[in-house]
């Protein structure tokens, strides 16, 4: 399905911004808006958990997703956090679901009944674009897991994305647990794991930055298994490398809808996500000594 997730008043804003003055863009960006080719659903599958009332729908592209509604009950905040974390940890080079725009065809809703609830009230989803988290496999053909007992934890083959994803998730102020999801690899008894929901970072939708303490969590084990100093540095570095450039790519790509009166916000917000990665390393080292020590 082809749409216009552009408008005007949304490219008036990332213009005169510092960030696209100062370097000029990669493409032609005054002219018509652009028009992107958007992955469209095309069946919808369950309803998933979760305070924003995803659902897990297969679209034309063949893969299925976690789909969160453009006017979701948690925000849209919420999407353009999942947004960009899931870039971001992409970029630090940790396994994580790929995620894009959806659009949902006003058949499907109206067929589907497709609306979310807020508190006793139901409002039917709008035309998006919606947020989609791309499910690693196919759900209705293979496993796929939100958790491992602790003693499956040495199965997991890539481990030390958990320790990746808790330096991420400090720098980015995350206040809700890590989520992730397992599966077995082809042909393989051992597992692998996706980070997904990136729906609170940034304080969720307060987008601040602060210092979190730091809580029990379910995979304290999983970080004392995967930590080394190794990946701490080699995380620190990645983060360090990403430059304003392939954050002003990014920006682009989150559809003006999700954004609506929200850009000078966010472009301070990632003014001071970049400023944090100056103090990251002491930040990150009062924690993590004790399972790099272990
Ligand atoms: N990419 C994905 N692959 C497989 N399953 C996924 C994926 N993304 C989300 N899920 C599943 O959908 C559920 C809801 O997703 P998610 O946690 O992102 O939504 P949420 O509404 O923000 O939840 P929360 O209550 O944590 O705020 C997850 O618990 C997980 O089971
Ligand atoms: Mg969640």
Redesign the pocket.
């Known amino acids: 399905m082809t749409v216009d997730p552009w408008n005007f008043e949304y490219s008036g804003h990332l213009f005169r911004s510092k960030w696209f003055i100062r370097k000029p863009l990669p493409y032609d960006y005054c002219g018509l808006p652009t028009l992107l080719v958007m992955i469209s659903a095309r069946q919808v599958f369950r309803k998933?958990?979760?305070?924003?009332?995803?659902w897990?729908m297969q679209c034309d592209d063949n893969h299925?997703?976690?789909v969160?509604a453009s006017n979701?009950p948690?925000g849209r905040r919420?999407l353009v956090n999942?947004y960009l974390g899931s870039k971001l940890l992409r970029l630090i080079e940790v396994n994580t679901?790929?995620?894009t725009p959806i659009v949902i065809p006003e058949q499907l809703i109206g067929e589907q009944g497709l609306h979310s609830l807020y508190g006793e009230k139901a409002g039917c989803l709008d035309t998006g674009p919606h947020f989609g988290?791309?499910?690693?496999?196919n759900?209705e053909r293979q496993a796929?897991f939100?958790f491992l007992p602790h003693r499956l934890l040495p199965r997991i083959t890539n481990l030390s994305d958990f320790f990746a994803t808790f330096i991420f998730d400090q720098w980015a102020s995350n206040i809700?647990p890590r989520?992730a999801?397992f599966y077995r690899a082809r042909g393989s008894v051992d597992f692998v794991a996706?980070m997904?929901?990136?729906?609170?970072i940034f304080c969720g939708h307060r987008w601040c930055l602060k210092d979190l303490p730091i809580r029990e969590d379910f995979w304290d084990e999983a970080y004392r298994v995967g930590a080394s100093q190794q990946t701490l540095d080699r995380t620190i570095h990645l983060i360090s490398c990403i430059t304003e450039d392939t954050i002003a790519t990014i920006l682009r790509e989150i559809p003006a809808l999700w954004l609506a009166g929200d850009m000078e916000e966010l472009l301070r917000l990632v003014d001071s996500l970049f400023q944090r990665r100056r103090s990251l390393r002491a930040l990150v080292e009062q924690h993590v000594a004790r399972w790099i020590d272990t």
């Open positions: 998933m958990r979760g305070g924003s009332q995803s897990l299925f997703y976690v969160k979701n948690q919420t999942d679901a790929e995620c988290s791309r499910v690693p496999v759900p796929i939100d809700d989520q999801v996706t997904i929901d990136n729906g609170r």
